[in-house]
């Protein structure tokens, strides 16, 4: 499973984000992380899209996303056991 995290820098609540679901990382759950900084990613829709959205979680970026400003532990073990 992979996850995509859109992110800024400075923000806390995207470090809460990513701390909260590396705790769900275990050897039965293994899982990947991308964080995007949307400000450094130099990409305009990217920014506009997710600018006062961050973080941001998706575990596929062509479907929903799975939460954001705060993780949503249950849809992201939901997210998980769909992969397995």
Avoid: N, W
């Amino acid at each position: 499973m992979h996850f995509t995290l859109y992110s800024r820098g400075y923000c806390h609540l995207c470090q809460d984000m990513l701390d909260a679901l590396m705790l769900l990382h275990t050897p039965q759950r293994p899982f990947t992380v991308a964080v995007v900084d949307i400000d450094t990613a130099g990409d305009a829709a990217l920014l506009a899209r997710f600018d006062e959205l961050v973080p941001v979680l998706f575990a596929d970026p062509a479907q929903p996303e799975l939460c954001h400003y705060f993780l949503d532990e249950e849809k992201v073990r939901a997210a998980l056991a769909l992969e397995s």
